[in-house]
């Protein structure tokens, strides 16, 4: 038991971030930006404010439309979903998954029961109705703690 060595926490997040660069390297020669944003479970959403609903859309190719789960709790959206794919060879199955998951922040309260979702041609598409009477939440751009997605 001599040759046992514990581990501190700074030399295990030391290898943590070693690791994750290695990965960032590997994936920046081999994949495309969309195969990399779906590898880090980013997808690419924009948030929109059009007339009295906030419309909220993002990039995720090849889904099954059934994984996609959309979810709305005070004034922030949260979608995740799953792209699966399998491969056939000479009796052998292979199956690979990929999620996602996204949260962001919504300029203002929804009617979290007339919430609409499509999905069509790799794009998932959500319309939040505004909830009668209020107004949507204006921030300054160093308060909105680095949140995923465009806001216009």
């Not at 930006?33 to 959403?45: G, I, K, N």
């Not at 906030?54 to 959309?70: E, F, G, H, Q």
Request: hydrophobic share 35%.
């Amino acid at each position: 038991m001599s040759d046992l060595h514990l581990w501190h926490r700074t030399e295990l997040g030391k290898l943590r971030q070693d690791m994750e660069e290695l990965f960032d390297s590997l994936v920046r020669d081999f994949c495309s930006p969309l195969d990399l944003r779906l590898l880090r479970c980013e997808p690419d959403v924009r948030v929109v404010n059009e007339g009295e609903a906030i419309v909220v859309t993002a990039l995720v190719p090849n889904l099954d439309p059934r994984s996609i789960k959309v979810s709305v709790s005070g004034n922030r959206l949260s979608i995740s979903g799953e792209r699966v794919e399998e491969d056939r060879d000479e009796g052998s199955l292979y199956i690979a998954r990929q999620g996602f998951a996204s949260s962001v922040r919504l300029s203002s309260a929804v009617d979290a029961d007339q919430v609409t979702a499509s999905y069509a041609g790799g794009m998932l598409r959500i319309v939040l109705p505004r909830l009668a009477g209020r107004t949507p939440v204006r921030k300054r751009a160093n308060e909105h703690n680095n949140e995923r997605g465009w806001h216009e």
